[in-house]
């Protein structure tokens, strides 16, 4: 009589927390991806305050130990 051991592996979904960061000052964004924050995308927004016009927000993400 043989016995056939199967192993078999699940992946848990990893789980994630975003933030929303104005882009004006590039130095925020450093400091964020040393505590771990991935810079996801950026999107340019209309900002009536703004000079231009519009304002720049950057989208992070970071996994939830």
């Known amino acids: ?3 056939l ?3 078999c592996s699940v992946k848990i ?3 994630w927390e975003y933030m929303e960061l104005d882009m ?3 130095h925020n964004a450093n400091m964020e991806g040393q505590r771990g924050w991935e810079l996801v995308c950026i999107v340019q927004k209309k900002d009536r305050y703004n000079s231009d016009g ?3 927000v950057g989208y992070f993400k ?3 130990s």
Do not use: A
Request: charged share 15%; proline share 6%; aromatic share 12%.
């Open 1 to 3: 009589q043989t016995t």
């Open 5 to 7: 051991n199967r192993q």
């Open 13 to 15: 979904m990893q789980k």
């Open 24 to 26: 004006g000052f590039l």
């Open 54 to 56: 519009y304002s720049h």
């Open 62 to 64: 970071r996994p939830i």
